[in-house]
């Protein structure tokens, strides 16, 4: 089945830093989704990456899509404690297949 | 508008009796996801449904679980003579298409199962 590494696994930041967490596949995407999770929340939908190389962003939030629609990267431009949480990419890996696999995710933690 | 409703939204059950979890999705939502997140761990697919139909029930990960949805609306996931490892937080999602069309997903606060 489709497979999605997510790394790193933990990130601690101090507040203000920037953050960075990336997620890889051994086969082409058809598209990618990342979410953020609270602590004791539940996930919730940031973006959609469809094209090749495409890059979105905002606010502090820099998603961008591999020329090869293989990886993706999620950066955060000067965190804040309000970026506490866990990011997940999550995956299709087949247009037409409704079967989204979630990455392992990144706990990013702040350090105020 | 109203979001994603689950419920229970905790369930403490003995091992070897049935839970049955419910879902309501956004209306109008024809897509519903059922995932399950065991605790630090990421999500796992269950099943999803295209209206009443479910097209994929591979993520099921044995015969006693089974899940059904009924009106295009609400469904139920149940869980057969519970064991300890089913023990997770079970989150449902709709969409008002299919995610393949490139539509968002909206989850529902879980249902956190317990099984002693």
């Known amino acids: 089945g489709q497979q999605v590494m997510q790394i790193p696994q933990y990130q601690h930041v101090q507040e203000g830093e920037d953050f960075t967490t990336y997620c890889n596949s051994s086969t082409t995407l058809s598209n990618i989704q990342w979410y953020k999770q609270r602590p004791g929340g539940h996930p919730v939908f940031l973006i959609q990456l469809v094209k090749s190389g495409e890059v979105k962003k905002q606010k502090r939030l820099t998603f961008q899509f591999g020329e090869a629609k293989k990886n993706s990267s999620l950066h955060i431009t000067a965190t804040q404690t309000t970026d506490v949480g866990t990011y997940f990419c999550?995956?299709?890996?087949?247009?037409?297949?409704?079967?989204?696999?979630f990455g392992t995710g990144t706990r990013l933690t702040i350090i105020p | 508008g109203a979001g994603v409703s689950q419920s229970p939204s905790n369930k403490v059950t003995e091992k070897g009796k049935d839970v049955e979890l419910r879902c309501d999705p956004i209306s109008g939502h024809t897509a519903l996801y059922w995932y399950r997140q065991s605790l630090g761990q990421g999500l796992e697919f269950l099943i999803y449904f295209q209206g009443n139909s479910a097209p994929d029930k591979s993520g099921l990960p044995s015969d006693r679980f089974s899940a059904e949805r009924t009106g295009g609306s609400v469904s139920t996931l149940t869980i057969q003579r519970t064991q300890q490892e089913d023990s997770a937080v079970y989150l449902c999602?709709?969409?008002?298409?299919?995610?393949?069309?490139?539509?968002?997903?909206?989850f529902g606060p879980g249902t956190r199962l317990t099984v002693l």
């Open positions: 999550a995956v299709l890996a087949n247009f037409g297949n409704e079967k989204l696999t």
């Open positions: 999602a709709s969409s008002r298409g299919g995610l393949a069309g490139n539509n968002e997903q909206f």
